[in-house]
């Protein structure tokens, strides 16, 4: 014997080739009644869905939960960068923006190691920094 499984409905139904089909025939007649009846009644209600409605639920007939979307209203925003939502890595970005500028102002500050041996770059001829006095 050849077994297949057959999906109805969210529902798994195991059967034989011979006389499977027959239990298929009985048991999706049933499905189709229990489906018009839950529509004949949502209908009296006031509330109409169509046949062939992918959205239907089953048999559970629970509401679906609410979206992340709707929970948070957060309604049309405008696109920000990745560190914009991160605010340590956005804090450390707007510090060492910082630094790069105040470098540019104010020169580094060099250790010397061990005694004074005068500035490494040597002494500039051309360049004068004192006031003469006249």
Do not use: C
């Not at 209600?45 to 062939?52: D, H, M, Q, T, W």
């Not at 679906?64 to 979307?69: E, M």
């Not at 910082?98 to 500035?119: C, M, N």
């Amino acid at each position: 014997k050849q077994w297949y499984q057959r999906r109805v409905r969210g529902k798994r139904k195991i059967s034989s080739d011979n006389s499977g089909e027959e239990k298929d025939d009985v048991y999706l007649k049933h499905l189709k009644i229990s489906e018009e009846k839950k529509r004949k009644k949502k209908k009296k209600k006031g509330i109409e869905i169509a046949a062939e409605d992918p959205t239907i639920m089953g048999d559970d007939d629970e509401k679906r939960g609410i979206t992340y979307k709707i929970m948070k209203n957060k309604g049309m925003m405008p696109h920000r960068k990745k560190e914009q939502r991160n605010p340590r890595v956005k804090h450390r970005k707007k510090f060492d923006k910082a630094l790069k500028k105040r470098r540019s102002q104010v020169p580094d500050i060099r250790d010397h190691e061990g005694t004074y041996g005068g500035e490494k770059g040597g002494i500039k001829s051309n360049l004068t920094k004192g006031v003469k006095l006249k």
